[in-house]
T-cell receptor
Framework: GESVGLHLPTLSVQEGDNSIINCAYSNSASDYFIWYKQESGKGPQFIIDIRSNMDKRQGQRVTVLLNKTVKHLSLQIAATQPGDSAVYFCASGGATNKLIFGTGTLLAVQP | GAVVSQHPSWVICKSGTSVKIECRSL??????MFWYRQFPKQSLMLMATSNEGSKATYEQGVEKDKFLINHASLTLSTLTVTSAHPEDSSFYIC???????????FGSGTQLSVL
C-alpha cells in the first residue's frame, strides 16, 4: 500500500539552531511533495512544496530536499525560533490530487 | 493567499444526533474538496473526495451513510456526521483544491466531541 512515514516522532532543538525533519515515502508514482506545519487545534499550514523534477527548493528560512532514489524527503529550518514549535507533516500526491500524510514530527524549540 | 473557511470550529453534541460541518472556499472556486479526520497526536487520514455536482468518493473503511458529503456549489462542501457516537469524536479538516494540479488549501478544522 501507499505510505508516507517519518523517521523521528519528536525533535527538540535550541533556539537559533537549524532543524532537519525527515520523511520517507513508498509510492514511487508520487510526483508532488509538501510540508505542512500544524499548531495545536488548527488546520495544516502550507510551508513549502516540491515536484519530482526538482531535488531542492528554498523558501524563507526553509529548504526542502528530495531524494527520489531512496524516496526520502527532508525539511530544513534555519535559525529555528520558538514560533516554529509545532507538528510537521510531509505529504505526497500524484495525478489524483489526493494527499497522503506522514505520521508527523513534533518540533520543540527550547529557548 | 487563498482562504478556506470551516465552520463550526468546535461542536459538542449528544450521542445519536447529527452534526453538519461546512467548508467554504472564500476567494476561489473549488471543484474538488477533501475531508480528513485526525485523532489526537495522529496524522490526517483522508476520508473522502468531494466533487462538485457529483457523488463523493469515499476511502476504504469510511461509511458513506454515516459521513454524508454534499458539494452543491463550487464554493461549499458539507460533511454531516449522522447519528454521532463518542467514537466519532475527532478533529475534522477540509481542504479545497484551487484549479487543477494546484495547491490544496486547508480549513482551520472542526473539533467534534460526542457525549
Amino acid at each position: 500500500g501507499e505510505s508516507v512515514g517519518l523517521h523521528l516522532p519528536t525533535l527538540s532543538v535550541q533556539e537559533g539552531d537549524n532543524s532537519i525533519i525527515n520523511c520517507a515515502y513508498s509510492n514511487s508514482a508520487s510526483d508532488y511533495f509538501i510540508w505542512y506545519k500544524q499548531e495545536s487545534g488548527k488546520g495544516p499550514q502550507f510551508i513549502i512544496d516540491i515536484r519530482s523534477n526538482m531535488d531542492k527548493r528554498q523558501g524563507q528560512r526553509v529548504t526542502v530536499l528530495l531524494n527520489k532514489t531512496v524516496k526520502h524527503l527532508s525539511l530544513q529550518i534555519a535559525a529555528t525560533q520558538p514560533g516554529d514549535s509545532a507538528v510537521y507533516f510531509c505529504a505526497s500526491g500524484g495525478a489524483t490530487n489526493k494527499l497522503i500524510f506522514g505520521t508527523g514530527t513534533l518540533l520543540a524549540v527550547q529557548p | 493567499g487563498a482562504v478556506v473557511s470551516q465552520h463550526p470550529s468546535w461542536v459538542i453534541c449528544k450521542s445519536g444526533t447529527s452534526v453538519k460541518i461546512e467548508c467554504r472556499s472564500l476567494d476561489f472556486q473549488a471543484t474538488t474538496m477533501f475531508w480528513y479526520r485526525q485523532f489526537p497526536k495522529q496524522s490526517l487520514m483522508l476520508m473522502a473526495t468531494s466533487n462538485e455536482g457529483s457523488k463523493a468518493t469515499y476511502e476504504q473503511g469510511v461509511e458513506k451513510d454515516k459521513f454524508l458529503i454534499n458539494h452543491a456549489s463550487l464554493t461549499l462542501s458539507t460533511l454531516t456526521v449522522t447519528s454521532a457516537h463518542p467514537e466519532d469524536s475527532s478533529f475534522y479538516i477540509c481542504s479545497a483544491l484551487r484549479g487543477r494540479n494546484e495547491k490544496l488549501f486547508f480549513g482551520s478544522g472542526t473539533q467534534l466531541s460526542v457525549l
